[in-house]
């Protein structure tokens, strides 16, 4: 079917064969979707092809795609099944990097190189996607789960809602500290807790392991040392590398400028001399879209009409007195391309006028890519008036009221229209002022950097003369020459050739648009054979294009073309092209010695053409370089392996009367050796002057004089620093090999852009990119220069069509440049962001993609492969024992860390209450002493009394517990009791009827109604671990446990008696029990920790009254005092805050349960400022809840009258490093409502000791350090200034609680430490802990963790208990030494100095990596800056890869956004690869009670592919 159609397309009328064409360039070039393309292919050809009406439109689509290519198109060979879809590649200047880089040759490489990669086959995971991520990508793109249905959702935390489910505590399926010997941690890491091995993620994990396993690079061997810390490798030049062995070279002169006595003294002069005396001769004609000429502008057309737009500028714009423009002045000159003439007109108008026209291109939109940076150009120019036409400002986005819309970054510019008929004939007697021309600005021509910065290059008219005159001279131009322009006449060749030599030879310029390009590619060709042109100027995709266009034309002609000008021949991939030209256009008459590529740039204008051949003589050769050599700066030719080399052909001798040498592109401009590449400058009278307005700039470019070797300067003449890279061949033949723009400097060896894309787009792409749309930048990521590819994916291509192009493409750039690729982005099609001609702007491309707002739509990121200079693991030194410690720190004269509360024993404490030795005495003593005193008061959302409890009646109503406990539950004194209620007062009555009946309770958060399968079996698994043999609740919860529903989760025929306490009857108890010691157990507390482990411990009586008695010592509580509580009572300090300090104290507790909150937000802080409360106790999710809901109503809580000038502490009860940024905000944002900043502060506890630190309100204030994070990885502790880089801000856990000592071990091998270094902190105080609870008693584990001691230096042999966090010790005087300011508030008791306690984090949490120690809680930190869209983040290892989790909140388009950035900031920071990104839904993140994240949940949710992720990506 693929022949009739190719043969159908040729017989059809010439204006639908134009019009398929300029679908097929939309379609290449993105502007349109493939599927309308189809639609209007299909209704273009329906009346020609009614054969085809019942085919598959997919077999239709297949015949476009196979079209033959004509044979005679050796360029094309390299991708059989892509001809047409690349057709007439639409005209992108600048920046259309298309069918310039074909070649035989480096495809064949390429495929090679690929070949040899096959064999050892690569087995990259691909990325997970969800399905509905991104809308362009067909349904059946997506990679389908692997033949098994998703396991149903266990956790309950990928609530589809965006806001986070109710906090859980979710241990895995039964981990219980200390159970068995069998389940240790490490076994259930090996199977990831129950998941299936074959599971998916765990399989892509594996591939990802092995694919990282294959030989890196060989890995670099120097150092240096960066920050004393940590060592980053720096890359040091390999000994074998190709060194240059030539001799300095001298610069290269051209030949003479000749002196031809008619050249005029300045251009004007030569406009006015054929204006005056030639005026009917034709000096420029424009065409219409068609392609037709439309107008010819004459010499004396164009004279009168620039004299006219001369006197209108400097007479008519402004009064007499006050002209609007001065000579000198520059204006902005905004004509569209395809209106030569007027541009012409308005050009040579400001010459004579003596003003300084600035071409720009015509904005589009508010939002041009680089508008911006043309609008900085506006400005330093000082430019205050725009010229354009009438048509054009017509077309100018226009605001409501029909302003013209000021433009982002521009200057307010006044419009001024050039057509004929608003301009002013000029009096007889004014004459234009024409001088020889000097050194005075003739005009300025806009240049973008490879940053995006637009400048300005100055061009002086003696200059633009002398420039003139050279071109005229290696052109061999005569009078009356006909030339064809198809490039930009406001810029570069198009306007030296076309605008300015043009006049200055009296040539009549045809001049070829952008737009008739698009809809006839042939155009030009037709041109020169109907013109019979001497002279055309093209780029390479104009002969691409021609090419491909060429069968519908038999009979041009092009022998009257004595030279094709290729102005892009610069482009070491454009010899190809020219061969294929030539090849196919032979036959039509075109010379070979015709052919002509030249190298230009804005700051040296032309700096070499080939001339004209002599028919005949033999063609220039060609260099085949070593692309080896070349990434070392050496020119070698190429012997060894074919698949490296680059072909570059040369583009002629140094221009008239000019001198050139190369100079090495960085550091001193050194001349180079004759086999070395480097920048090529130039120096002669026709260069640009200066960047307009950038002085420093300017010296750097403008006036470069070469040293040699000693660094001496050769000769006195400055040179143009050109921005191309080459070499002076033999013969003082130029080769250009590449840009400096375009240069990536990657571990010291050079790589050219354009030779990447060349690669690329050698791997068959047609099916999955357009040819054009591709660009290359590096990114300066982690000490050296990263290679990113960012290309637009065709729509129809399949997700495992593109990842296999990416793989291929990874492939092919490591083997041909022996370079790896950082990032491989695909983006969707028509979204790269274009430059004004339509190609690719580089520099906003790497913008985007550095902001995180490229949204791509496939995604590879290679750090493991690039990244070779991270620094080498760290050894552990062996046998450093704790004794060599201690004698270490003893001389170094460092104090060993350890710190303590007050002394109990000299607190004067007159209380009654210390007579009472167990609680359930003391209430019975406050029921009889002050049985009316309120002791509870529980609030609900609405911030009403719904219960309260006086002495009295918690007394009675206890009593009445422990009758049915008794009666009802068959109790005997030791049994172990589940007390499941929500957080109220019943929770506490329970628990001291519990007491009071000489039962043990068990308090557990009941479960979740709405997610009984996450909630209740943790609910039943600690009924189970703690043997309860009842269960005491109310009556909703004794339906719920019993209900069908829960039946579904767990086993409800096993739960042990439940009794429901609503009812209780009246009968009272014969007495209550006393245990007979206080080491007696008074209760169990159980808690999921933030690894998921279950533990419970067993809190004694004793334990009981010295915590009560230490919070009341240091909160300074009495029966007077009224607290609030914000805190989930299940555990931890919370429940003791919640159910036993009131009752020890006689203080008020106004009770808020947290999730009343989520109703009104305004709560808790409407009933601290209603009751005047001076303490006040909540939780960090409390405190974010309130930061983040009520930031931005402050002025609604001072409407309200809510104010908390009264608190005089405000606490957070916490088991992890205070988390200062969340604590700052809080402070801040209700500063305003009277909060003071030093009120808010924290508390530390742990399982073993649950309050070791409290702030209390007597005592300094709590302190602040900032330390060196590099440091805290190797356990060290060094302060550093606020700002250094790298460095964290710690505060203290609040001051030590009377009775508690600390001390900081190593918790390898448990000897005490120095403060100056990171350990476990071990703490003793009367309130410890007895023991865990477990099933089996593993006394080991008890041993080590709550009754252990120093091995080294300490002679009290004293009992530890082993906190499990790591953490140091500072005195404050030392730390206000160190520079951080400490604020000592003048009260008694704060005047002696203190120790300060810091936590740093869960010693099981660390990630052990690269023989470091790293806290998750940094590494998210730095994620969470990197992008607006991330909620939320966790961060855990698996198999030695760190897997970084982010929530997005953005749209899901971003989710791609952010895995490089997820990279780089984890390198940067801390010198990390990230093994895997996994990009979720709000919420999806596992978040206890008390608000900790549960990675190791998190990790085993991963592992079983239960997140349903919106985007994995492994990083190769």
């Known amino acids: 079917m693929a022949e009739p159609a190719a043969a159908g397309v040729s017989s059809l009328p010439r204006e639908v064969r134009e019009q398929l064409a300029e679908l097929e360039l939309e379609l290449s070039e993105g502007d349109i979707t493939q599927k309308g393309y189809e639609k209007k292919r299909a209704k273009l050809l329906a009346p020609y092809l009614p054969q085809t009406q019942g085919v598959d439109p997919a077999l239709q689509k297949e015949s476009r795609t196979q079209m033959p290519v004509p044979s005679a198109t050796p360029a094309s060979a390299s991708s059989s099944s892509s001809s047409s879809s690349s057709k007439f590649h639409r005209a992108r200047s600048g920046g259309a990097r298309d069918e310039r880089y074909r070649s035989d040759i480096h495809t064949e ?30 349904a059946d793109a997506c990679t389908p789960p692997e033949n098994f249905s998703v396991p149903p959702d266990v956790t309950a935390t990928t609530s589809t809602s965006s ?91 051209g030949e003479p400028l000749g002196v031809v006595c008619n050249w005029p003294p300045a251009l004007e002069a030569a406009l006015q001399r054929w204006g005056t005396t030639q005026a ?299 061969d294929a030209f030539l090849s196919l256009f032979q036959s039509h008459g075109l010379k070979p010695e015709a052919i002509c590529p030249c190298a230009t740039s804005p700051e040296a204008m032309t700096i070499a053409i080939r001339r004209p051949g002599v028919p005949g003589a033999p063609l220039p050769g060609r260099a085949i370089l070593s692309m080896n050599g070349l990434s070392f700066g050496v020119i070698r030719v190429n012997t060894e392996d074919k698949n490296s080399a680059l072909t570059v052909q040369d583009v002629g001798h140094v221009m008239p009367g000019g001198m050139m040498c190369i100079v090495k592109p960085d550091g001193p401009p050194q001349l180079c050796k004759t086999d070395e590449i480097g920048e090529i400058c130039v120096s002669s009278r026709a260069g640009g002057m200066m960047y307009y307005g950038l002085a420093g700039v300017t010296k750097n470019t403008f006036e470069v004089i070469p040293v040699n070797s000693a660094g001496s300067p050769v000769g006195d003449v400055p040179f143009v620093r050109s921005g191309l890279l080459g070499f002076v061949g033999p013969g003082s033949l130029v080769f250009v ?15 050219n852009a354009d030779d990447i894309v060349a690669t690329g787009l050698a791997v068959e792409s047609i099916k999955t990119v357009y040819r054009g749309r591709i660009a290359v930048f590096s990114v300066s990521v982690f000490y050296d220069e990263r290679i990113v590819v960012v290309a637009e994916q065709r729509p129809d291509a399949s997700e495992e069509d593109s990842f296999q192009w990416m793989s291929r493409v990874l492939q092919a750039i490591d083997s041909i440049h022996q370079v790896g690729v950082y990032c491989l982005a695909l983006v969707p099609a028509n979204t790269l962001p274009k430059t004004p001609l339509g190609g690719i702007h580089i520099s906003q491309t790497k913008q985007h993609f550095l902001e995180g707002s490229l949204h791509p739509c496939n995604i590879l990121m290679c750090p493991h492969t690039c990244v070779t200079n991270l620094p080498k693991p760290r050894q552990k030194q062996p046998g450093v024992g704790p004794a060599s410690v201690m004698v270490g720190n003893l001389v170094a004269g460092k104090r060993i860390a350890q710190a303590s509360g007050r002394d109990l024993g000299q607190i004067e404490d007159n209380d009654l209450v210390k007579k009472h030795q167990f609680l359930t005495e003391v209430l019975q003593w406050r029921a009889q002493a002050t049985p009316d005193h309120p002791l509870f008061l529980l609030l609900n959302a609405k911030g009403t009394t719904v219960c309260t409890a006086t002495c009295l009646q918690l007394h009675k109503k206890a009593e009445r517990i422990a009758s049915v406990l008794c009666d009802k539950g068959h109790l005997n004194a030791g049994d172990n009791v589940v007390l499941l209620y929500p957080p109220g007062i019943e929770l506490i009555t329970a628990f001291y009827g519990c007491l009071y009946a000489g039962c043990i309770p068990v308090t557990v958060r009941p479960p979740h109604a709405q997610s009984l399968t996450a909630t209740l079996p943790t609910v039943r698994m600690i009924v189970e671990v703690s043997k309860a043999a009842c269960i005491l609740t109310t009556q909703t919860l004794m339906r719920l446990l019993k209900s069908r529903e829960a039946a579904a989760a767990v086993d409800v025929k096993t739960w042990p008696t439940i009794i429901d306490t609503d009812d209780l009857p009246r009968k009272r108890l014969s007495q209550i029990y006393k245990p007979p010691t206080a080491e007696m157990l008074a209760y169990l507390d159980f808690s999921v920790s933030t690894t998921g482990m279950l533990t419970g411990v067993k809190m004694s009586h004793a334990a009981v009254s010295g915590l009560c008695r230490a919070i009341k010592l240091q909160c300074e509580l009495y029966s007077s005092r009224q607290i609030a509580i914000c805190l989930d009572p299940y555990c931890g300090l919370g429940f003791v805050l919640w159910c036993l300090c009131s009752v020890y104290s006689g203080h008020q507790s106004i009770l808020i349960p947290p999730m009343e909150l989520e109703s009104n937000l305004f709560l808790w802080l409407s009933t601290v400022s209603q009751y005047k409360i001076r303490d006040t106790f909540c939780s960090y999710s409390v405190m974010e809840l309130c930061t983040k809901g009520l930031g931005n109503q402050v002025e609604m809580l001072k409407a309200r009258g809510i104010n908390l000038s009264c608190v005089r502490t405000c606490v957070v009860v916490a088991e992890e490093r205070p988390r200062v940024s969340l604590t700052h905000s809080f402070s801040k944002l209700f500063k305003d409502i009277g909060l003071s900043s030093r009120a808010v502060s924290t508390t530390f506890g742990s399982r073993v000791n649950v309050a070791i630190c409290l702030q209390g309100t007597s005592g300094p204030d709590p302190t602040t350090v900032y330390v060196d994070l590099k440091s805290l990885r190797h356990d060290r502790v060094r302060l550093v200034e606020r700002g250094a880089p790298q460095s964290l801000l710690l505060s203290e856990s609040g001051k030590i609680l009377p009775g508690v000592k600390v001390v900081i071990v190593n918790p390898e091998t448990k000897g005490p430490l120095g403060d100056s270094h990171l350990g476990e902190i071990w703490v003793n105080s009367p309130h410890t802990a007895s023991g865990y609870y477990t099933i089996y008693d593993n006394e080991t584990l008890q041993a080590d963790h709550f009754n252990t001691r120093l091995s080294f230096g300490d002679a009290a042999q004293t009992l530890w208990a082993r906190t499990g966090y790591l953490g140091f010790v500072r005195r404050t005087e030392l730390t206000a030494a160190s520079g951080v300011c400490i604020r000592v508030i003048s009260h008694l008791s704060s005047l002696e100095r203190h120790d300060a306690l810091y936590v740093v984090g869960a010693l099981d949490e660390t990630l052990e990596l690269r023989g470091l120690r790293y806290h998750p809680i940094d590494i998210e930190t730095s994620v969470s800056r990197t992008h607006r869209s991330i909620a939320e983040c966790a961060v855990f290892t698996w198999t030695n890869l760190l897997v970084v989790v982010v929530e997005l909140c953005g749209c899901e388009q971003e989710a791609l956004d952010l895995v490089p950035l997820v990279t780089n900031v984890v390198l940067e920071e801390h010198y990390l690869i990230v093994g895997v990104v996994v990009v979720v839904d709000p919420g999806v993140i596992p978040i206890n009670s008390r608000g900790e994240k549960q990675r190791m949940h998190l990790r085993d949710s991963f592992l079983a592919d239960q997140l349903d992720p919106i985007y994995v990506a492994y990083n190769m």
């Open 163 to 253: 806001a986070r489910p109710a906090a859980i505590d979710l241990p895995p399926s039964g981990i219980v500290k200390g159970m068995h010997k069998g389940s240790n941690r490490s076994s259930l890491m090996d199977t990831a807790d129950g998941v299936p091995v074959s599971s998916r993620v765990s399989t892509k994990i594996q591939q990802l392991l092995n694919t990282l396993k294959r030989p890196k690079r060989p890995p670099l061997k120097e150092f240096f040392v960066d920050d004393f810390e940590e060592i980053v490798e720096v890359p040091q030049p390999d000994p074998n590398q190709p060194k240059p062995e030539g001799r300095q070279m001298t610069p290269v002169k």
């Open 109 to 138: 490489a390429v495929q090679a190189a690929l070949a040899k990669h096959k064999e050892q086959k690569m087995a990259l995971p691909m990325p997970t996607k969800r399905r509905s991520t991104f809308v362009q990508s067909p």
């Open 737 to 751: 090999v590449g840009k400096m723009d375009g240069l990536l400097t990657v571990s010291g060896r050079r790589h």
């Open 280 to 578: 009917k001769c034709p000096c420029l004609t424009a065409l219409d879209v068609t392609g037709k000429p439309v107008y010819t502008l004459t010499y004396g057309k164009l004279w009168s009409r620039s004299l006219k737009l001369a006197y209108t500028l400097l007479n008519k714009l402004g009064t007499k007195n006050e002209p609007v423009l001065k000579p000198g002045d520059r204006v902005a000159l905004v004509y569209p391309n395809n209106d030569p003439v007027m541009f012409m007109v308005a050009f040579y108008g400001c010459l004579l006028a003596e003003v300084i026209p600035v071409p720009i291109e015509v904005p589009l939109t508010r939002k041009d890519a680089g508008g911006q940076q043309i609008g900085f150009l506006l400005g330093s120019c000082g430019i205050a008036l725009a010229l354009t036409t009438e048509v054009c400002l017509k077309g100018l986005p226009k605001t409501q009221n029909g302003e013209i819309v000021q433009f982002k970054g521009w200057p307010r510019l006044k419009w001024v229209v050039t057509d004929s008929k608003y301009l002013s004939k000029s009096p007889k007697d004014w004459q234009p002022n024409i001088s020889a021309a000097g050194t005075e600005p003739a005009y300025i021509e806009y240049k973008t950097s490879k940053e995006g910065s637009v400048m300005g290059v100055t061009v002086s008219r003696i200059a633009m003369l002398s420039h003139c005159q050279a071109l005229s001279q290696a052109c061999n131009y005569s009078e009356g020459e006909t030339i064809v322009n198809v490039l930009d006449f406001k810029k570069d060749a198009g306007l030296w050739h076309g605008i300015l030599t043009n006049v200055m030879n009296k040539l009549h310029t045809i001049s070829v648009p952008y737009s008739v390009m698009k809809t006839c590619p042939l155009s030009w060709v037709q041109r020169v054979h109907a013109h019979k042109a001497k002279v055309a100027l093209v780029k390479c995709r104009d002969l691409h294009w021609a090419m491909m266009a060429h069968r519908d034309q038999r009979d041009v002609s092009l022998s009257s073309l004595r030279m094709l000008i290729v102005t892009d021949g610069a482009n070491p991939w454009s010899v190809s092209s020219c």
